[in-house]
């Protein structure tokens, strides 16, 4: 599914632009009315978590279909709403300046707006239509695994588990790792479409009748389980790149046994109830979710260091590894996944929380899961392929260059978002307090950084891809290099289709 | 250190270690190589360890960190004679901040929305976030602090609310003696 990855990544590119704009402005390099930039906010928010969404549902699509036929048609039935989705969002918040931020926490949608009411349908009809879409896909990808797996015991690896002997001595083999992400994603995504929906319809009808109120922490509740889910399905989706990455750099297979699928099983509920952690500050919410959320928010830690990451960690160890590019970006995003985690975990502990909540911590940490783990897994894919599809590797000065831009840039800008936080600067101001606007100049100088080594890594992707020679950028970046790019690298010739 | 400087500390010397454990496992793959049943049986009974590690220091840290939650303050004893204010947070004001509050008194903030939700958050003379609460609407949230350094505060709101958001403030300052 090509078209579902190029167009996230395309959306994703142009979007980072859009945050760049507003980072610039923080900065005080430029001046925008706050109706516009509090749009471009919404704008910003909602497009990333459905562009990186895509890159996730296009890369699980297509490895569940290696494994088993599935009906291309739905594929492009769920696209297709998702695109007309996000028309209408784009509609609503470039037109109709909606800014009530990709939250839409209620009643700020509707109490004394200073968009159009059509917009207010526009961007809430938009979300659930692209919701829509992602239920589509959910059950798609929920029939086509139990399919292959027989029943949905045995896709969630049940036997393995709890009949490991009966399983082993009848010669069953467990599910490929990726198999995993698969149906942990489109169980719990289907869960959470439901309590998206709910609160969509809700608020429709206080569109449509205003005198119809709503509870608003039953409201915040709800806008907390569905926002909070579908922006970490997104990294657990894009994991199933690693999982059969890796391997092929490494040439060790990626174990699938009783510990790997339990772990996964913690993720099936870590990742829905982990969202009570935004609710900390909201007294009136019941005491027992206010220490769930610490606990399921610390628990959700567990799996992914001690299993996924540290299973990561094993196959490069004492490992003959092809590093290219690819290889490259999916390391690197097991770190910053875990990075970012360093920074959910502290935020979520509810003491500190009490110093962190809605300052730029949280979007620092949350812009560490999205750009220094999701976009790097998903980057890491495309190199995969491209280095593939001729057996070609980029140089080490090429990879030295990305490297520099991309992770330094990442770096530069996440510091600007995390000492910001630590400061107290307040998230989602147009205008910051001091000393907001100093680390907004970094992080903006860190963000052009990070823009421009993508724009390296697209010159050098199309090249691999096109097979090209070293010409232009790449014969400047390799002058002199003892090892250009080009050479085969010995490793198996790869069976991974084209996408 | 104030309580968020020791946080971006600690992230900070996390994230140093994790960029330094990924450079050194990924400079092994330079040396010579393992099978990966050899590296398996080893890696597995390190993990072992290594999941006894993060789950103790989890729930320690969850343990160590109960008392410290800022629920149910009003009740404790010590606050019996605390001075209440109502604050009612609006687009884009902060009604009812007093403009002096006595040092060293206990000091309850009820705070309400009256129309969308807002968040209450007050910083100290040093410009440091020491307390926060959100305010939402048809709710009515506390903010329990005791004021220990004499000197104009300012309040801001830490919620989105709307365009106006970052121009939504206060300030009161905290003095010797009754208000």
């Known amino acids: 599914m090509a078209v579902y990855i190029a167009t996230g990544l395309s959306v994703a590119f142009l979007l980072m632009l859009v945050g760049l704009t507003m980072r610039i402005t923080q900065a005080g390099w430029i001046s925008l009315d706050p109706e516009i930039f509090y749009s471009l906010l919404t704008l910003h928010g909602a497009g990333m978590v459905v562009s990186l969404l895509l890159c996730g549902m296009g890369g699980i699509w297509y490895l569940v279909r290696r494994e088993v036929d599935m009906d291309i048609r739905l594929a492009w039935w769920a696209f297709g709403l998702i695109v007309a989705g996000v028309a209408m969002v784009i509609a609503a918040t470039v037109v109709g300046k909606f800014g009530a931020a990709w939250t839409f926490l209620y009643p700020l949608p509707f109490y004394n707006p200073t968009w159009p009411n059509w917009s207010i349908g526009s961007f809430l009809i938009g979300i659930m239509v692209i919701t829509a879409g992602w239920t589509v896909w959910s059950l798609q990808i929920l029939k086509a695994v139990i399919r292959r797996s027989g029943s949905l015991r045995d896709a969630l690896g049940w036997d393995m588990v709890f009949h490991a002997k009966q399983f082993k001595a009848a010669g069953r083999e467990p599910l490929p790792a990726q198999m995993l992400p698969a149906i942990v994603i489109s169980v719990d995504g289907m869960v959470m479409s439901a309590g998206g929906m709910v609160i969509g319809v809700a608020l429709i009808v206080h569109w449509i009748n205003p005198a119809i109120p709503l509870d608003t922490i039953w409201a915040k509740n709800l806008t907390y389980f569905f926002g909070h889910s579908i922006a970490n399905f997104i990294i657990y989706m894009l994991l199933a790149f690693v999982y059969v990455g890796l391997p092929r750099y490494t040439n060790r297979k990626w174990n699938t046994n009783a510990v790997f699928v339990v772990a996964w099983w913690g993720t099936m509920i870590f990742v829905l109830t982990a969202y009570f952690h935004h609710m900390y500050l909201d007294y009136a919410q019941p005491l027992i979710l206010q220490y769930s959320g610490q606990v399921f928010s610390y628990m959700s830690a567990v799996p992914v260091s001690v299993v996924t990451v540290y299973g990561g960690l094993m196959l490069i160890w004492r490992a003959k590894v092809r590093w290219s590019v690819g290889s490259i970006f999916m390391y690197a995003g097991m770190a910053g996944w875990i990075i970012g985690g360093a920074g959910a975990l502290l935020d979520a502990s509810v003491p500190f929380n009490v110093h962190l909540h809605n300052t730029l911590w949280v979007p620092g940490h949350f812009h560490n899961y999205l750009l220094g783990s999701c976009l790097y897994f998903a980057l890491g894919w495309v190199f995969l392929q491209a280095e593939e599809r001729h057996h070609q590797r980029s140089s080490p000065a090429m990879r030295w260059l990305i490297g520099v831009m991309v992770f330094g840039g990442t770096a530069l800008f996440l510091t600007g978002f995390y000492v910001s936080g630590a400061e107290g600067v307040p998230r989602r101001y147009m205008v910051q307090p001091d000393p907001g606007q100093g680390l907004s100049a970094l992080a903006s100088v860190g963000a052009i950084v990070l823009l421009g080594g993508l724009l390296v890594c697209l010159y050098e992707g199309a090249r691999l891809w096109r097979n090209q020679s070293q010409d232009g950028l790449a014969g400047l970046v390799n002058a002199g290099s003892a090892d250009g790019a080009g050479s085969a690298n010995g490793s198996p010739v790869s069976t991974l289709e084209a996408p | ?179």
């Open chain 2, 1 to 179: 250190m104030n309580t968020q400087g020791l946080v971006l500390v600690t992230f900070a010397i996390i994230a140093m270690a994790i960029v330094a454990l990924f450079v050194v496992v990924a400079l092994t793959s330079r040396g010579p190589t393992q099978r990966l049943d050899e590296v398996s049986t080893k890696g597995y009974a390190l993990r072992r360890w290594w999941f006894a590690i993060l789950s103790t220091t989890l729930i320690l840290a969850f343990l160590i960190m109960i008392p410290f939650y800022p629920y149910g303050r009003s009740k404790s004893s010590a606050n019996e004679n605390a001075i209440h204010y109502n604050i009612i947070a609006r687009q884009y004001l902060f009604e009812g901040l007093p403009p002096q509050i006595p040092v060293d008194t206990p000091i309850i903030f009820e705070v309400y929305a009256a129309d969308v939700n807002h968040g209450f958050a007050i910083y100290n003379p040093d410009n440091q976030l020491i307390g926060q609460v959100q305010a939402m609407p048809s709710y009515r949230n506390e903010l329990v602090m005791t004021f220990t350094e004499v000197g104009q505060y300012s309040v801001r709101c830490l919620e989105f609310c709307g365009i106006g958001h970052h121009l939504m403030g206060g300030s009161f300052t905290v003095g010797e003696g009754n208000d």
